[in-house]
T-cell receptor
Framework: GENVEQHPSTLSVQEGDSAVIKCTYS??????FPWYKQELGKRPQLIID?????GEKKDQRIAVTLNKTAKHFSLHITETQPEDSAVYFC?????????????FGQGTRLTINP | GAGVSQSPRYKVAKRGQDVALRCDPI?????LFWYQQALGQGPEFLTY????????KSGLPSDRFFAERPEGSVSTLKIQRTQQEDSAVYLC??????????FGPGTRLTVL
């Protein structure tokens, strides 16, 4: 089945700097890659997603890139703000049997230092 | 509109007790998913419904776990004879197009 690896597990950046989180996946049939932000004690919230027919997608300060050949995708946050502090999860779905389920990475705890 | 809701938000059970966790998906969402999130980990898939049909239950960790969605809307996840290793946050998510999933706030289960 699908396996998603996420790095780094923790990331600390200065306010205003950029943050990059990387994920790799194992199932070449996966075709949908969402990123979720989860604040302490809250529900995961979708912040951006990308499908396998697109290489890059941007939404204001957030962008995601996908390299299907290498089977990795990355989240880029520019001009970071204190409210960006949270745990971020990547996920993959769409491949093989049970195609609908999301397989999540282990999460990255992002801290923005003022 | 209203998002996915779950109840109870917190549940404390003694080892060996049965528990029932409820999920109210977004109205009209065909797909419903249950995930288990251990402390400091990403959510892990448990089971998936399309309307009332349970199409994938490959993630249920044991036969003590049972889920149902009899009328294709509200779903219940039942755990029988709870064990300490069942302690986790149980997340429900619903989806219209089987891609973008909207999560509920979760039920935090603590088994003593």
């Amino acid at each position: 089945g699908e396996n998603v690896e996420q790095h780094p597990s923790t990331l600390s950046v200065q306010e205003g700097d950029s943050a990059v989180i990387k994920c790799t996946y194992s199932d070449s049939a996966s075709n949908y890659f969402p990123w979720y932000k989860q604040e302490l004690g809250k529900r995961p919230q979708l912040i951006i997603d990308i499908r396998s027919n697109v290489g890059e997608k941007k939404d204001q300060r957030i962008a995601v890139t996908l390299n299907k050949t290498a089977k990795h995708f990355s989240l880029h946050i520019t001009e970071t703000q204190p409210e960006d502090s949270a745990v971020y999860f990547c996920a993959a779905s769409g491949g093989g049997q049970g195609a609908q389920k999301l397989v999540f990475g282990q999460g990255t705890r992002l801290t923005i230092n003022p | 509109g209203a998002g996915v809701s779950q109840s109870p938000r917190y549940k404390v059970a003694k080892r060996g007790q049965d528990v029932a966790l409820r999920c109210d998906p977004i109205s009209g969402h065909v797909s419903l998913f249950w995930y288990q999130q251990a402390l400091g980990q990403g959510p892990e898939f448990l089971t998936y419904f399309q309307n009332e049909a349970q199409l994938d239950k490959s993630g249920l960790p044991s036969d003590r776990f049972f889920a149902e969605r009899p009328e294709g809307s509200v779903s219940t996840l039942k755990i029988q004879r709870t064990q300490q290793e069942d302690s986790a946050v149980y997340l429900c998510a619903s989806s219209w197009d089987n891609n973008e999933q909207f999560f509920g706030p979760g039920t935090r289960l603590t088994v003593l």
